[in-house]
């Protein structure tokens, strides 16, 4: 593929497809020279809606876009699939992985790194084999196998003790990702699945939110996090603030509350971990070799233009860059995107460097408590309750990509409201070789 590409033109390499990734890309397309978009996957993943493929309520068709179908009217722009693993600054090539384990190279003029972060469990790897995370669209089937195999069991076993842990689920963060996950499960468990069994009443399903600070979603105003809070009292989510969990199994979680250090062991078998982000591997590799040391999670520290002191031609866009405290949201990845496809973009136009500021344009954030109750704050506006949910839903169908995926994801919520019912309930084994094996 490097061969191919002409280096009598100049050359970008996006590494992600996700939203920093994408949008550079598309501030790209009439440059005069080739534009390289490298993901891992095929798809752009629209990662605020994870929960709900993971829940049942959208498939994962509904929140994904293959690259090469968003890209495809860009006759300068190419997309491969394969992982960043290594990158030679001097000559301008990065080294990537395919899938099968060969390598490939690609030059390049310039550089966007916006591979994003995953998630970090703060040194304890063993914890990701019992509670998956939410970054992918991996976590969230799997997610999703843990939690209708859940209840699943339970319907199958004779006590109430041995159902117990089956229906006991936790959540490790109470930030946005974790309210919202642990909200719907309490939906799922009410809505969709209650007049379904026979031997159990989902309802029962007890929903345990861990978090280490002392209310949930701390990055809104107290105000609305209070209102969250009494939302997911309403609905039944258990919420246990200022706790860590300090160990995670097949049966239990145990958590250690800040203030006296006691441990409390609650058994279960569903833990999904929501709690902390760290930068992907690669991003230590391009740190090391642009000479830079990273900052809290693993983040590059980049100038006020998104570019890395040193190196004008190397940009970090999205959670993975270190500037003023930025959120890990969307919304930063989406103008960082742009506006590091524009600094590129100007300097191959004009022939001289530009190099502007970049201006995050706060346009507010969004979290779904439960039906009918989500909350949005943006500057001195705040909503909850019905105004912030139908806000919520507006500003989550306009960043959808693509308007087969904007129709179908309205057409979903529209029945599920309508019906109660959610039809994305299919579970995998994870790859055909375990489908064959019997259970055990």
Known sequence: MADELSRQRPSV?????????????????????DVTVIDRGTSHVFQPLLYQCATGLLSEGSITS??????????????ALGEASGIDLEKRRLTA?????????LPFDYLVFAAGMRQSYHGNEEFAKYAPGMKTVDDALAIRRKLISAFEMAESLPTPEERRPWLTFAVSGGGPTGVEIAGQIRELAVGALEHEFRS????????????????????????????????????????????HVTDVTADHVEVTRKSDKQKTTYDTHTVLWTAGVEAVPFAGTLASALGVTQARGG?????????????????VVGDVAALNDLPGVAEVAMQGGRHAGAMIAKTIENGTRASSPFKYHDLGSAAYIARRHA???????????????????????????????????LINWAATLASGTRRERAVTFGDPETARMPYA
């Open 200 to 243: 159990i009443d989902p309802s029962e399903a007890r929903v345990l939110l861990f978090h280490g600070g002392d209310r949930v979603l701390e990055s809104f105003d107290a105000t609305l996090s209070a209102k969250a809070q009494k939302t997911l009292d309403h609905i039944g989510v258990e919420t246990h603030l200022g706790v």
């Open 375 to 409: 909350l949005l704050q943006a500057g001195p506006i705040q909503l909850s309750g019905f105004a912030g949910w139908a806000a919520w839903g507006a500003i989550h169908i306009a960043f959808l990509s693509g308007r087969r995926n904007r129709a179908g994801t």
């Open 66 to 79: 293959p690259l090469r179908h968003l890209l495809r009217r860009q006759k300068n722009t190419h997309v």
């Open 97 to 105: 992985s395919r899938i099968d384990g060969s390598t490939f190279e």
């Open 13 to 33: 390499v996006v590494v992600g497809g996700g939203f920093g990734g994408l949008y550079a890309a598309r501030r790209l397309r009439h440059i005069d020279g």
């Open 299 to 315: 983040r590059i520290p980049v100038e006020k233009d998104l570019s890395v002191a040193g190196h004008p031609t190397v940009y």
